[in-house]
């Protein structure tokens, strides 16, 4: 499981560094967010089943899940979410100012 959970992220990589290359910058906002969801699923998968006892009162033996990943990658989407959220907004109101969204239009004034 931990195989076809890697190579998930791998395409999910793959697919961000692809769209955050682009010029068009809402292709680059969704590239960081297909990012950010990649790096969630791999501290995900990092975090696996744990082999012993539980950690609180030994009540059974056999795996258990380790709570501390999920904390991190529920912590992790609701910054993510915010984050995207914000450039959103940034981005259309870049849009409604210079009437364009493709980065080498952004560009100052030339020197030619």
């Known amino acids: 499981m931990e195989s076809l959970m890697m190579i998930c992220i791998g395409v999910l990589v793959a697919v961000a560094t692809y769209l955050v290359l682009s010029r068009k910058i809402l292709r680059v906002i969704i590239g960081t967010a ?6 969630h699923l791999l501290i995900l998968a990092v975090g696996g089943l744990k082999k012993g006892d539980v ?3 030994s009540q059974s033996d056999g795996p258990y899940t380790d709570a501390l990943p999920q ?3 529920l912590t992790a989407i609701v910054i993510s979410f ?8 940034l981005t259309y109101r870049m849009y409604k100012t210079n009437n364009t969204d493709d980065f080498s239009e952004l560009g100052g004034p030339s020197d030619e």
């Open 82 to 89: 915010a984050v995207t959220a914000f450039v959103l907004v």
């Open 55 to 57: 950690p609180l009162l």
């Open 71 to 73: 904390a991190l990658i």
């Open 34 to 39: 297909v990012l950010s969801h990649a790096v």
